[in-house]
């Protein structure tokens, strides 16, 4: 089982990216998809979730309005699209998942059973 994010970069304030997670090993269609951020100096944090037929999405109360998630099961891959992207959104974002369907909220660290490998959000004028 893998999972990979990508898609991160140097960003203004005020820009966008879209963070792709793409999972090989197993069947994307039965598992929802966490996103976490680590900034430096903090605890890493749930940041989304989608379940795994999309129906429910979570986000955290500082990205809501400003990022989406969503999914493409034929093609494994799950997106977080951020807009309006701040000084604050600045950390290594990874996509996760605790293999079951539904999500609990954004999700907490320790109950994720399997991690990508994260990629770089720097928000910088």
């Known amino acids: 089982v893998q999972l990979q994010a990508s898609g991160g970069g140097l960003v203004q304030p005020g820009g966008s990216l879209r963070l792709s997670c793409t999972i090989s090993?197993?069947?994307?269609?039965?598992?929802?998809i966490n996103w976490f951020r680590q900034a430096p100096g903090k605890e890493r944090e749930g940041v989304s979730c989608i379940s795994s037929d999309s129906a429910s999405t979570f986000y955290a109360n500082s990205v809501k309005g400003r990022f989406t998630v969503s999914r493409d099961n034929a093609e494994n891959t799950v997106y977080l699209q951020m807009d309006s992207l701040e000084p604050e959104d600045t950390a290594v974002y990874y996509c996760?998942?605790?293999?079951?369907?539904?999500?609990?909220?954004?999700?907490?660290?320790?109950?994720?059973?399997?991690w990508g490998k994260g990629t770089q959000v720097t928000v910088s004028s």
């Open positions: 996760a998942t605790d293999t079951l369907s539904n999500c609990r909220g954004v999700g907490r660290p320790a109950g994720m059973d399997f």
């Open positions: 090993g197993f069947t994307l269609d039965y598992y929802a």
